[in-house]
């Protein structure tokens, strides 16, 4: 098998969270790549233009292999505006576990605490449930999607 599978995890996370599934991955057949970023420090604007070289990289390395896109949470939303932005012309699936597409009642009650604000970041205050700024980050999904 060809194809590359691309791992993303949520907010204050590390690419250590997604390590079991790697494992699983990789004992199928598939070439995994593991994608850490440092998910409070920037927006998600930010975010996917810091694992954007990462991510070229490896849908160049795929070759004639399709690359499929993994995120958990937060990470959903980052392959997301990834996608928007720049797309892999070899992009196969993309699934998202717990992604907050309709955002978060919870970030909603907690984006004007202090502590929140300092855990969570920039992207923290992204994750509200009033998306009305995020359709252009987000865009439409039109592609294959679990």
Do not use: C
């Not at 070439?31 to 930010?46: A, E, L, Q």
């Not at 797309?87 to 597409?101: E, H, I, Q, S």
């Amino acid at each position: 098998m060809n194809d590359t599978v691309l791992l993303f995890h949520g907010i204050a996370r590390t690419k250590k969270s997604m390590a079991k599934l790697a494992g699983f991955l990789s004992g199928h057949g598939y070439r995994v790549v593991n994608v850490g970023y440092p998910s409070t420090k920037f927006s998600i604007s930010d975010l996917i233009d810091i694992i954007r070289p990462e991510i070229d990289a490896a849908a160049k390395d795929a070759g004639e292999g399709r690359v499929h896109f993994v995120g958990y949470s937060m990470g959903g939303l980052i392959i997301r505006a990834f996608l928007r932005r720049y797309r892999p012309a070899n992009l196969g699936r993309v699934v998202m576990v717990g992604t907050p597409n309709n955002g978060s009642q919870i970030a909603d009650f907690l984006k004007n605490w202090p502590l929140y604000r300092k855990v969570y970041g920039p992207a923290g205050q992204q994750l509200v449930t009033d998306q009305a700024a995020m359709t252009e980050l987000f865009g439409t999904v039109d592609y294959e999607l679990g």
